[in-house]
């Protein structure tokens, strides 16, 4: 009776101790996620072409896995490089004219005090303001970080599951010829 019952605490205390362990591996990893999620789904899209041209026509798998990879960063870098290309000339306006933007924003909170009577651009409003968009830039840099490793990690992930992906899947899939013993 009692070896039952131990044998069952341990089992559950395993349990709760594995639980807590993926919880905390989610809790701290979450934000590599999206690379994660990135390199199955180009796996999942891509893996009967990348089949086909290495078994069928009996390509290299590492090279093909490179071009496929090649491919991707490709199809990703050009709506990347239009948005940059698209985006540069504004953000070149603004950090180049300062100080017109902000006789801007004066003249309309001058506007909106006249007819409301609520005075918006204040000594304070605006020190705030500057403090706003000084802590922004490192959450942007971090941000970029964070994109770059993602990305890095969405290949790497590609890469491997291109290369290795259907020995593994032999490795986690089911052989239901093997007998398994019934227990009482």
């Known amino acids: 009776m009692t070896k039952t019952f131990n044998d069952k605490l341990r089992q559950i ?5 594995i639980i807590l ?5 989610v809790g701290e990893l979450y934000i590599f996620l999206p690379g994660l999620l990135g390199g199955i789904t180009l796996y999942i899209v891509s893996r009967t072409l990348y089949f086909k041209f290495v078994f ?18 490709v199809l990703i870098a050009i709506p990347v490089y239009f948005s940059v290309r698209l985006i540069s000339p504004k953000i070149n306006s603004l950090v180049n004219n300062q100080h017109e933007i902000m006789q801007g924003i004066k ?7 006249e007819y409301s009577g609520i005075k918006l651009l204040s000594e304070q409003n605006s020190t705030s303001f500057a403090n706003k968009a ?7 840099l971090n941000s970029t ?10 290949f790497f992930l590609l890469y491997y599951l291109l290369v290795n992906g259907r020995e593994d899947r032999k490795i986690f899939k089911p052989d239901y010829s093997i007998k398994t013993p019934k227990y009482r």
């Open 145 to 154: 970080a964070t994109i770059v490793t993602n990305l890095i990690m969405m």
């Open 107 to 113: 003249i309309a909170s001058a506007k909106i005090e």
């Open 13 to 17: 205390l395993l349990l709760i101790l």
């Open 56 to 73: 069928k026509r009996q390509w290299n798998k590492g090279g093909t896995a490179l071009l496929f990879m090649l491919g991707y960063m």
């Open 21 to 25: 362990l993926g919880w905390l591996f």
């Open 134 to 140: 000084s802590a922004f830039i490192p959450k942007f």
